[in-house]
């Protein structure tokens, strides 16, 4: 119960947050870790290589998480952990452009709506992705995706 309380406050120091990444093994004590907002990013890189699917979905949310456990993450087996890295405004814009030429369609679409977002409504030209989605692009420059 003391770890849930503790989990629950903002102002959880980071070392207590390491050191539950570090040591606890119950995957539903680690989401929370990763999702919190004073996990450091070295917690953040050590959580991105756990098994349990929701601990490396948190990791991908997290706005602190370090280019080296997005990079690892945007390789994840599970289209959902590179869905949800696609969703992550935080993420740098060439893992987003990795992102864009996943071969899941809705891993794809994500991370160009991501871009789009980030680049203030230009359309990006990604000639890889014409070749395989003119539709889509045709959508995204109407302003329908």
């Not at 160009?112 to 992705?129: A, Y």
């Not at 395989?132 to 995706?145: D, I, P, W």
Request: aromatic share 6%; charged share 25%.
């Amino acid at each position: 119960m003391r770890m849930y309380t503790v989990l629950g406050k903002s102002e959880t120091p980071s070392e207590m947050l390491w050191d539950f990444a570090r040591n606890v093994t119950d995957p539903i004590i680690l989401e929370h870790v990763a999702a919190h907002s004073q996990t450091p990013p070295n917690a953040l890189d050590h959580l991105a290589r756990h098994e349990s699917l929701d601990v490396r979905l948190a990791v991908a949310d997290n706005p602190r998480t370090p280019a080296g456990a997005l990079r690892l993450l945007s390789e994840d087996e599970n289209a959902d952990v590179r869905y949800a890295l696609a969703e992550n405004h935080n993420c740098p814009m060439e893992i987003l452009y990795e992102l864009a030429t996943d071969s899941n369609p809705y891993v794809s679409a994500r991370a160009l709506k991501t871009v789009n977002r980030i680049s203030g409504g230009q359309v990006i030209e990604m000639p890889e992705l014409r070749e395989n989605s003119n539709t889509f692009f045709e959508r995204l420059a109407k302003g329908q995706m």
